[in-house]
């Protein structure tokens, strides 16, 4: 029985520079093109940490050098180009894989606004690092002039930090519905998507911040009445005490519990805690929603539940 799923990427699916991207495209669109042949519905998010970093750092760059001649690059922008570029790799992967099987679907990549709450918390405390590290004065001048905000590196030097506020609403959702109604392969949400604020009118501002991509697909197949979220990571399964000798990986787990160890500390906060508590909050949005974790490689088996950790109300 086919289904409406929204894959979340993972960095290991993308590579780290045009390179390894370009290597690391065919071999996701492989994986993919899996769950399409099955007769499913497809909606691609992904990260873009080392693209939009890469970005950043030379935009920083060209205006350290030539400051009369560039101006500044916002966040939102240099998160706009990281979602071209990989968009671009991506389908035209996804179209070549799915010719070379005999299958004529067309692929789209959607520039991706995501809006979120301007009060949001995470404003007031900024946590994910950006861009260049730089000496303290170079730090100072750009806290006094622009508003930044830093952490500090001992070994490294000052680098600034930007909030990762929670997506409210997927600004972009009735396209991306058509595309998908269309019966077409949509890549969207990259890199969590663009965070903008409305101001006044109708006009949407793009915020200095950076959304979770497992939190933004989470929210886009929360909003398309998807029936899974699948994220796509560097294991085959979820595991308590984690490289301990109590480790012990994971086949199912409720809504509930996995609540209860993620709030126990049982997963690591910059990386397997965002997932499962995205896996739960999908599986709680609606009746018959589940969720799943594992590897790239193994997405046809996970959706076959032979492996992976599946997430269930």
């Known amino acids: 029985m086919s289904h409406r799923i929204v894959v979340a990427l993972g960095g290991n699916a993308l590579g780290s520079n045009l390179p390894e991207q370009m290597a690391a495209v065919k071999i996701t669109a492989r994986a993919i093109v899996d769950l ?12 873009n940490g080392p693209q939009v970093g890469m970005i950043a750092n030379a935009m920083a760059e060209l205006t350290r050098s030539d400051p009369e001649r560039y101006i500044p690059c916002p966040l939102s922008v240099c998160g706009a180009m990281s979602q071209g570029y990989i968009g671009y790799d991506l389908q ?16 789209a990549t959607v520039l991706t606004q995501i809006q979120v709450d301007p009060n949001d918390a995470a404003f007031a405390r900024p946590t994910k690092p950006i861009g260049p590290f730089m000496s303290e004065a170079e730090a100072e001048e750009l806290e006094r002039d622009r508003g930044y905000a830093f952490m500090h590196d001992a070994q490294k030097g000052y ?9 409210v609403s997927i600004v972009e959702l009735d396209t991306i519905s058509s595309l998908v109604a269309a019966n077409h392969v949509v890549v969207c949400c990259g890199g969590g998507g663009i965070p903008v604020v409305p101001t006044e009118g109708h006009h ?3 915020a200095a911040a950076v959304i979770d991509k497992d939190f933004a697909a989470e929210k886009l197949a929360e909003q398309l009445d998807a029936d899974a979220l699948i994220i796509l990571t560097a294991v085959e399964k979820v595991a308590v005490g984690f490289g301990t000798e109590r480790e012990q990986w994971l086949d199912e787990l409720s809504a509930a519990r996995a609540r209860e160890l993620a709030e126990a500390g049982e997963f690591g906060e910059g990386s397997m805690k965002p997932k499962v508590e995205a896996c739960v909050a999908f599986v709680e949005s609606g009746e018959g929603r589940t969720a799943l974790i594992t590897l790239l490689e193994r997405a046809r088996d996970g959706i076959a539940g032979k492996t992976g950790t599946h997430i269930v109300r």
């Open 36 to 47: 399409i042949e099955e007769g499913n519905e497809v909606v691609i998010v992904h990260g």
């Open 92 to 107: 035209n992967a996804l179209r070549e894989e799915m010719l070379d099987r005999g299958m004529d679907k067309g692929v």
């Open 159 to 167: 680098r600034r930090v930007v909030a990762s506020p929670k997506p």
């Open 204 to 206: 949407l501002k793009g």
